[in-house]
């Protein structure tokens, strides 16, 4: 029986969740955007580090409140003009574009 095997990766795909509303992100989830967009502003291309946030921020490409996931393809590194400029809005409704992704990371 697979499903005794595997009872956690069942409970994991069968568990709502995915669409909560805390900012809240994993240091893992923000390790690795920091790692692929390497500690660049995805909106401006400058270094995403300021005085007090070291590492720059990560931002929610489509916000959760439009229905933003937490994965990769959705988060991007910001500095933190251009976090405070993008706010709550999509890029277009900001009239900001997304430079790509350097490198793309699976896992
Ligand atoms: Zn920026």
């Keep these: 029986m697979i499903a005794e095997l595997l009872p956690d990766a069942i409970s994991a795909l069968t568990t709502p969740g995915k669409s909560r509303m805390s900012g809240?992100?994993?240091?893992?989830?923000?390790?690795?955007?920091?790692?692929?967009?390497?500690g660049t502003c995805r909106y401006c291309g400058r270094s995403a580090r300021t005085s007090f946030r070291e590492y720059g921020e990560v931002d929610h490409i489509t916000p959760c409140l439009y229905g933003g996931t937490d994965d990769l393809e959705n988060l991007a590194l910001?500095?933190?003009?251009?976090?405070?400029?993008?706010?709550?809005?999509t890029p277009e409704e900001a009239g900001m574009s997304l430079l790509p992704a350097s490198e793309v990371i699976h896992g």
């Design 24 to 38: 809240a992100l994993p240091d893992r989830l923000r390790g690795l955007v920091r790692k692929r967009d390497r």
């Design 78 to 89: 910001a500095c933190h003009v251009c976090n405070i400029r993008k706010g709550g809005r």
